[in-house]
């Protein structure tokens, strides 16, 4: 597949087929971190962020790759992996690839998010990303997870929601 | 909706952009003026964005999955070259020999790679054998026979190949009928009495139990037929039933969804089984008729039979299981003008031919079907021919096409009336949560796993379904449970009793006898159980009942008693002011004389000096009277009593003791003090009484003079002590009224407090009593959304 198919896959919400795809670039992405002082799931954790960052950036407007999907991807892996090592070990800097910024992990607002997520029980964190990230309407919601009505599936919905913010907040405890 | 999650609605809508200009700007101006909704609305924000990256995350991660299964496909259709089939082997060549044995002749399956392992068994106990291949073989006692007689001291030939390379290494195949078969392993058993092939007692079999890395859905046991040349064609094939995940009984959950957390909010611990259990057990269900515990259900062979066989259930599941394993990669049962739709085929073919065609395509076409033959034909160029299944067997092909007349839709009935009510009662669960259902499938993780469902069917049949039917494996129970629950309102449970079915979880023997005592037992005790608690409830209820009782009768006599004193007082005090204003005014005591004339007074004048006396008594008040130039006064002047240790007091009473009347009156409280106008023709004392739980605060003031105010401090005193002050200071009745005053006190806090205990208790049981009997409580649907929603917690 080329790159621009794969590019318009993942704009437009077909992510799925795009990334199986991207995949057969984890290898590489691999080599490089165990040749770093990283371990292969380490490898794979920066691949999949990097992958991250990727949809990310298609999914943002006026978006162009000056390179290919293949060099974009590893160069922002092994910018993601040098950032780690950084903090890790300072001493250790690499250069950046030409066309291709600065990557920071999640900043420290979205970590305490997906902490909180992370917190929920799976069954809140499905029902969470069926609505708000697949969009599914809570018709089909309330049938997927057993809900009698669209109603009860939307009540649950918002007590998950209450329940991580509640996470995020903890000071304010409303009832 | 609660109102804070109506809100969070209203945030979602406001930063989805769905709000009018109306509706925006009122809630923009409630932003900005609320720095609380503020902050929810931002962190809102955050979270749904965190949520839509965690769902990207989610997606790669799966996508990384997804491109390791295709790369893994890829390998294998290169290194096999053909499909491989989900169905797993198991050589049983023993019954094909049979005929053999007269002559002492065995086909000779030892080759090089593949011999025999040689146990020799005394057969005096039960004998488990570990084969060098960890397969685990269990043999009773009575295992095998020899012209229909038990036989000791057998010798045993066992051989298996479990792995890949050993199968290969033994020149084994895994193909049935020329389809390939994914294998679990494969093994000979064989035992012989002085050299000649003994038979394995259908009543006490040999159970063997093969390791395996991972346990896969659809295995089936095949039995090995050998050609001359050695090759083995896998046939017959038996599911295997997965076993069952016993458990200590004690140790098992079988309380209803939410029980433990509910008790624990009110102050149960919810570590402690003996505690839970008492207040799990104390509830029962009214509704629920007797005559069903006189009676408890127990399925026959026949209804076993009917509920297979006449709701075609089982066949209609195993033909959905095989129609998706098998069919569904290339046929549709939707009418999507695809080419090999099977949308209503069974209209167009008979079930003969569909039965042949399903078996072997290609013999059809052979044999020279004209049918087959277009079929063929027709597709041949697109699809290719159809692969044969006749290996899977008669009853298989039988359930496909049960699958095809329903064109895949359920045949459960979806109308049926709801058994609900009552739902399981307690007693029935304290019945068999109990070692003696020790090592039966009550005792396993399966049924721990079907109670919540069982509990939520609010249903007790299903439940019993399980109890009186200990012998029969997990999957049958299950297919029967669905039945009982597939319904309009319970199909959600009903479609959970399927997938318990789809696991087709075997079961564990229990003799008849022991399930007939079992059943008894169960009987026996779920009934007494029913009536100790509602004798317990009722107990309770009566005893609460007779103490209303006792508390009405008390505030009655009391109410009499106040009314009495009160009253005669009163006369004593009217007559002794009376008495005064009379002397004092010269006016003659009116001996009553009959008989008298009767005469009707008009003008003012000492006639009605006793209306205004008695005013005065009633209202008082300090009154002066005047007849003939002379003069007479009763005067009323206020004392006032204030305690400085009031307030540690659980209650506190004052009484001013007049010696000339005939009991107590009590000083009133207003504001912070006590109060009394005390008549000045009369001597008072007072006594202050206050209680602090038991003990008692007294003090003592001998002589007043009014006007006057007190103040003093309440002196730790005892009830004796009280009673020898009360014999000297007061009168004989004040002794008696006081102490009844104080005992009414006394009984009515503690009364109170056992109205309010008792109501707190109440509230209390019924907030359990909505989880242990919700069917009793909530409707269907709310029962079916409280057990999902607690999935989430």
């Known amino acids: 597949m080329k790159d621009e198919k794969i590019i318009s896959l993942l704009r437009k919400g077909q992510e799925s087929t795009g990334l199986v795809q991207l995949y057969r670039y984890e290898g590489k992405v691999c080599a490089h971190v165990k040749a770093n002082s990283g371990t292969k799931d380490d ?39 040098s950032n780690r090592l950084r903090k890790k070990k300072p001493e250790l800097m690499g250069d950046l690839p030409e066309g291709i910024e600065e990557h920071g992990e999640e900043g420290d607002r979205g970590a305490a998010i997906q902490k909180a997520l992370l917190k929920l029980t799976e069954k809140c964190r499905e029902l969470l990303v069926a609505f708000y990230f697949d969009g599914f309407k809570m018709e089909e919601i309330a049938k997927d997870f057993g809900f009698s009505s669209a109603k009860s599936a939307k009540n649950q919905k918002y007590k998950c929601l209450e329940k991580a913010r509640s996470y995020v907040l903890p000071q304010s405890k409303q009832s | 909706m609660r109102p804070e999650l109506e809100l969070m609605e209203q945030i979602d809508l406001f930063l989805d952009g769905k709000m009018n200009a109306e509706e925006l700007e009122a809630f923009e101006a409630k932003i900005s003026s609320d720095p609380i909704l503020k902050n929810k609305v931002e962190t809102q924000r955050d979270l749904r964005e965190g ?26 259709l290169i290194g096999l070259g053909v499909a491989v089939l989900l169905v797993g082997t198991f050589l049983l060549v023993r019954k094909l020999w049979k005929e053999e044995v007269t002559e002492h002749t065995i086909v000779n399956t030892d080759r090089e790679g593949w011999e025999s392992e040689a146990y020799s068994l005394s057969m005096q106990t039960d004998t488990i054998l570990i084969t060098e291949d960890k397969v685990v073989i269990s043999i009773p006692d009575d295992a095998f026979l020899l012209d229909g007689e038990v036989v000791k001291d057998v010798e045993l030939a066992f051989k298996s190949a479990l792995k890949p390379e050993d199968i290969i290494k033994a020149g084994l195949s895994t193909a049935s009928n020329g389809a390939l078969l994914e294998t679990g392993g494969m093994f000979e058993f064989n035992a012989f009495k002085d050299g000649r092939l003994v038979t394995i007692n259908p009543e006490s079999p040999v159970v063997l139990s093969v390791p395996t890395d991972e346990l896969k859905a659809g295995m089936s046991l095949y039995e090995g037929d050998i050609d001359s040349t050695g090759f083995v064609n896998w046939v017959n094939p038996v599911p295997l039933d997965n076993p069952l995940t016993p458990a200590d009984i004690l140790s098992l959950d079988f309380y209803p969804p939410n029980y433990v957390k509910t008790a624990a909010n009110e102050g149960y611990d919810p570590t402690d089984k003996k505690i839970l259990d008492s207040v799990f057990y104390s509830y029962y269900c009214e509704n629920s008729n007797s005559e069903e515990l006189d009676n408890p259900m127990i399925i026959g062979d026949e209804e076993l039979e009917d509920s297979l066989t006449n709701e075609n259930l089982t066949q209609y599941v195993t033909g959905q299981m095989h129609f998706r394993g098998q069919c569904e990669s290339c046929h549709s049962l939707r009418d999507r003008n695809s080419d090999l739709s099977l949308k209503n085929v069974v209209e167009r073919r008979s079930e003969a031919w569909l039965k042949s065609w399903i078996s072997n395509p290609s013999a059809m076409i052979e044999s020279g079907d004209d049918e087959a033959k277009k079929l063929y034909e027709r597709f041949r160029a697109k699809h290719g021919l159809m692969q044969g299944y006749g290996y899977l067997g008669d009853y298989n092909i039988n359930s496909i096409i049960e699958y095809l007349r329903h064109n895949g839709q359920s045949p459960f009935p979806k109308e ?198 008695f005013e005065s008594t009633e209202n008082r008040e300090t009154t002066t009277f005047s007849l003939n130039g002379r003069t007479a006064t009763i005067t009323y002047e206020p004392v006032k009593v204030t305690l400085s240790n009031e307030s540690e007091m659980d209650f506190v009473r004052v009484y001013a003791l007049p010696k000339e009347l005939y009991s107590f009156e009590r000083m009133k409280k207003k504001g912070t003090a006590y109060e009394y106008k005390f008549n000045g023709l009369i001597d008072y004392e007072i006594v202050a009484v206050g209680y602090k739980g038991d003990e008692v605060y007294v003090y003592h003031i001998g002589k007043v003079d009014p006007p006057a105010e007190f103040v003093f401090t309440l002196e730790k005193s005892s009830e004796k002590a009280l009673k020898k002050l009360l014999k000297s200071n007061g009168t004989k009745q004040e002794r008696r009224d006081i102490i009844e005053d104080l005992d009414f006190e006394k009984f009515k806090i503690k009364d109170e407090r056992r109205r309010r205990d008792f109501a707190a208790r109440e509230r209390s049981r019924w907030r359990i009593h909505e989880v242990v009997l919700p069917c009793e409580v909530m409707n269907m649907e709310e029962v079916a959304d409280t057990v999902i929603s607690a999935g989430f917690n």
């Open chain 2, 51 to 76: 949520i839509k990256d965690l769902g990207l995350k989610l997606k790669i991660q799966n996508a990384g999955r997804k491109f390791k299964k295709l790369k893994l496909t890829k390998g294998l």
């Open chain 2, 416 to 613: 049926d009336e709801v058994n609900a009510g009552c739902g399981v009662q307690p007693a029935s669960i304290e019945a068999i949560w109990n070692k003696k259902y020790q090592k039966t499938l009550i005792a396993t993780k399966e049924f721990e796993e079907r109670l919540p469902w069982i509990y939520n069917s609010c249903n007790e049949e299903v439940l019993m379904l399980y109890v009186q039917n200990l012998n029969e494996p997990m999957w049958k129970l299950d297919s029967i449970a669905c039945t009982l629950t597939y319904s309009e309102e319970t199909w959600r449970i009903g479609k959970r009793f399927k997938a318990f079915y789809e696991q087709r979880k075997g079961g564990i023997a229990v003799s008849s006898r022991a399930q007939r005592k079992l059943n008894n037992f169960f009987e026996k005790s779920a009934k007494a159980q029913f009536l100790a608690a509602m004798k317990a409830i009722k107990a309770v209820l009566d005893e609460q009942a007779r103490l209303y009782e006792e508390s009405a009768n008390r505030h009655l006599e009391h109410a009499e008693a106040e009314y009495t004193r009160e009253e005669k007082n009163f006369q004593a005090e009217y007559d002794l002011n009376l008495e005064h204003v009379k002397k004092e005014l010269g006016i003659p005591d009116v001996v009553p004389v009959s008989p008298r004339y009767t005469v009707t007074v008009t003008s003012n004048g000492a006639k009605n000096i006793d209306q205004q006396v």
């Open chain 1, 43 to 81: 490898g794979k954790e920066i691949f999949q962020e990097a992958l991250f960052h990727l949809v990310k950036k298609c999914q943002t407007e006026n978006f162009t790759l000056s390179s290919s999907i293949d060099t974009y991807l590893f160069g922002v892996a092994k910018n993601l992996w």
